[in-house]
Structures are given as structure tokens and as C-alpha cells.
């Protein structure tokens, strides 16, 4: 009779004990600008891999494209209605995003990644320093140029992947001005903004060549530019005269790099971002002091450098 009863008691416990353990896991979305990208899917990689580490549960949400803006709003409004313990977003547009987040962070502490928005409601904000990230690129960009050619002269242009993007805008900033402070023989002889298309990046370079024929150098400022600036170098066969300088990568990209196709990939720590920013997010709705910024930093990988271990680590992250 006394062990029917412990038994009993055991199972009892057991029976209340579950689903106390479940409740008790908060749940904190991430949101993101496109879930189809190999850089969003490195990122979300990241979060979920946090999620498992600090028993959080982790709903990967997102655009269907970077430009949807209306639908990332929308996105945000519905992850708030659900009372989550903490949002992390990477904002698709800066102007547009500032109201949503501001009223969003009435009613739950919000942390920024990536990309930033027109608010100063975040509770912490995890991102590469883009304005470094150009400068960066355009250091890169003049010692090819510098290796192909012996000195860093010459035209050179950037395509800025979409306009009125906090972090590609930051990007294209910092690599004007190193090139002002730093570079007086390279000219900057086109500025382009394209539409977030690998054509349209595909189009504006071949444009770019067929116009500048003197032209040594191109900063493509996102993974999508970055994809059509290559086609069109490889297009026209100028690997190693042409210098491409790409920001993130794929496989597309890093093979385009052992290729000599690109001359460089400045890339960025997605996966670090995601699950930081994840990490971050519980601390803060435990009601802890978090840095209000984070610069998860950024790296210049060249053919020379791809296989050393970091760049590897950077290049092939686990996504699955």
C-alpha cells in the first residue's frame, strides 16, 4: 500500500512538474529582413542555437524580401500582441521602422540587430560598426588596386544595394570618407543605388565598365550587389584587373574569391549577432544592465586569408 501510494505521489509530481517547466520558458522572437538569405539564415542559426542553450523558445520571423517593409511592421505588431518576454529585429528600413519599434517598446523591451531604425527605444543595439565595415572595404580596395597596379590610383565607383538602408547607407559613408582621408589618387567617378536585385547589380556594373573603361575598382555593399557586381567582372573577364570588393558572403561569393573574380569580401559575425542578440534579450527582460551598444565587427577576407581558421569559421558557419 505504501509504495501504491509513493507511486502515486511520484506521478503526481511529475504530472504538475512539466508543464510548470514549459510555461516557465520564455519565448523571444527574432525578426528579420528576409529568412531566405544565406546571411538572415546564418543569423537565425545563431538564435536558435541560443534558444537551446538558454532554454528560450525562438520564433524565426520575417519579411519576404528586404524592401517589404509593410510586412515587417506588420510582423513586429503581431509579435507584440503575443506578450513575448523580449523582440529582437533587425529593422528593414530606418525611417519607417522608428514609430512601430517606439510603440512597440511600450510594451516590451526591444533589441536591435544589424541594421538600425529611426528610434532610440532600443534596449540594446548588436551590430557590425558599418561606417568601419567601409572603411574597411575601401582599405581593401586600394591595396589591390595598389597590388595589380603598384600604386593606388585610378577610378574607382560603389553601388549601394537599396537606398534609405541605415547600415548599407552607413557602409557607403565610411567608404567615401577613407577614401577622402586616405586614398587622394583614387577618384570616385560613380555612386549608384540599385533596387536590392542581383540583375540590377549585374546591369550598373556592366554599365559602370562599358562607361569608365579606365575603371580599377568597384565596393559592392551587400551580399545581393556583391552577386551581380561578379557576374558582370566574370562576364567581361576582368578578374585581377577589375577590383571587386564584395560585403558578406555565400558560396557563390567565396568561390568568385578563389576564383579571382573578387578581390576581397568584407564580412561580418551573423551568427554571433543572432545569438547575442537572443542572449541579450532574455538578460534584459530579467530586468538586467545591458551595453546599449554592441560592435560584433568585421573582417576583410582575401584569397591569401580565406583558408586561415577564422576566415573559414566566418566563410562556411554552421547554419543547420
Known amino acids: 500500500m505504501k509504495k501504491l501510494l509513493l507511486a502515486t505521489i511520484v506521478v503526481s509530481v511529475a504530472a504538475f512538474s512539466a508543464p510548470a517547466v514549459r510555461a516557465a520558458e520564455p519565448t523571444i522572437p527574432i525578426i528579420v529582413k528576409d529568412t531566405t538569405s544565406f546571411y538572415?539564415?546564418?543569423?537565425?542559426?545563431?538564435?536558435?542555437?541560443?534558444?537551446?542553450?538558454?532554454?528560450?523558445?525562438?520564433p524565426e520571423l520575417g519579411a519576404q524580401s528586404e524592401s517589404?517593409?509593410?510586412?515587417?511592421?506588420?510582423?513586429?505588431?503581431?509579435?507584440?500582441?503575443?506578450?513575448?518576454?523580449?523582440?529582437?529585429?533587425?529593422?528593414?528600413?530606418?525611417?519607417?521602422?522608428?514609430?512601430?519599434?517606439?510603440?512597440?517598446?511600450?510594451?516590451?523591451?526591444?533589441?536591435?540587430?544589424?541594421?538600425?531604425a529611426d528610434s532610440k527605444a532600443f534596449t540594446s543595439f548588436l551590430t557590425?560598426?558599418?561606417?568601419?565595415?567601409?572603411?574597411i572595404a575601401a582599405d581593401g580596395l586600394a591595396a589591390?588596386?595598389?597590388?595589380?597596379?603598384?600604386?593606388?590610383?585610378g577610378d574607382v565607383a560603389v553601388i549601394?544595394?537599396?537606398?534609405?538602408?541605415?547600415?548599407?547607407?552607413?557602409?557607403?559613408k565610411g567608404f567615401k570618407e577613407e577614401l577622402a582621408a586616405k586614398y587622394p589618387g583614387l577618384k570616385l567617378v560613380a555612386d549608384k543605388v540599385a533596387d536590392g536585385q542581383a540583375t540590377t547589380g549585374l546591369n550598373i556594373t556592366t554599365d559602370l565598365i562599358t562607361a569608365?573603361?579606365?575603371?580599377?575598382?568597384?565596393?559592392?555593399?551587400?551580399?545581393?550587389?556583391?552577386?551581380?557586381?561578379?557576374?558582370?567582372?566574370?562576364?567581361?573577364?576582368?578578374?585581377?584587373?577589375l577590383m571587386l570588393i564584395g560585403f558578406d558572403n555565400d558560396d557563390k561569393l567565396v568561390k568568385f574569391l578563389r576564383d579571382g573574380v573578387i578581390a576581397g569580401l568584407v564580412v561580418q559575425d551573423p551568427y554571433r549577432m543572432g545569438y547575442d542578440g537572443v542572449k541579450t534579450a532574455l538578460a534584459a527582460?530579467?530586468?538586467?544592465?545591458?551595453?546599449?551598444?554592441?560592435?560584433?565587427?568585421?573582417?576583410?577576407?582575401?584569397?591569401?586569408t580565406m583558408d586561415t581558421a577564422r576566415s573559414q569559421q566566418l566563410l562556411n558557419p554552421k547554419v543547420k
Open 285 to 304: 527582460s530579467k530586468g538586467e544592465k545591458v551595453a546599449a551598444f554592441v560592435d560584433t565587427g568585421a573582417n576583410l577576407i582575401t584569397k591569401a
Open 68 to 116: 517589404d517593409i509593410n510586412g515587417q511592421i506588420s510582423i513586429l505588431e503581431n509579435a507584440v500582441a503575443e506578450k513575448p518576454a523580449a523582440i529582437v529585429i533587425s529593422p528593414t528600413q530606418f525611417q519607417a521602422l522608428g514609430k512601430p519599434i517606439d510603440e512597440a517598446a511600450k510594451k516590451v523591451k526591444v533589441i536591435g540587430i544589424d541594421s538600425s
Open 128 to 135: 557590425t560598426d558599418n561606417e568601419q565595415g567601409g572603411r
Open 40 to 58: 538572415w539564415q546564418i543569423v537565425l542559426a545563431g538564435a536558435r542555437q541560443a534558444g537551446k542553450d538558454l532554454h528560450v523558445k525562438v
Open 144 to 153: 589591390a588596386i595598389q597590388g595589380a597596379y603598384g600604386k593606388a590610383e
Open 212 to 241: 569608365n573603361p579606365k575603371l580599377r575598382g568597384i565596393f559592392a555593399d551587400n551580399l545581393i550587389m556583391a552577386q551581380g557586381a561578379g557576374q558582370a567582372v566574370a562576364e567581361n573577364k576582368l578578374g585581377g584587373k
Open 160 to 172: 549601394n544595394s537599396l537606398p534609405g538602408v541605415g547600415s548599407l547607407d552607413a557602409r557607403v
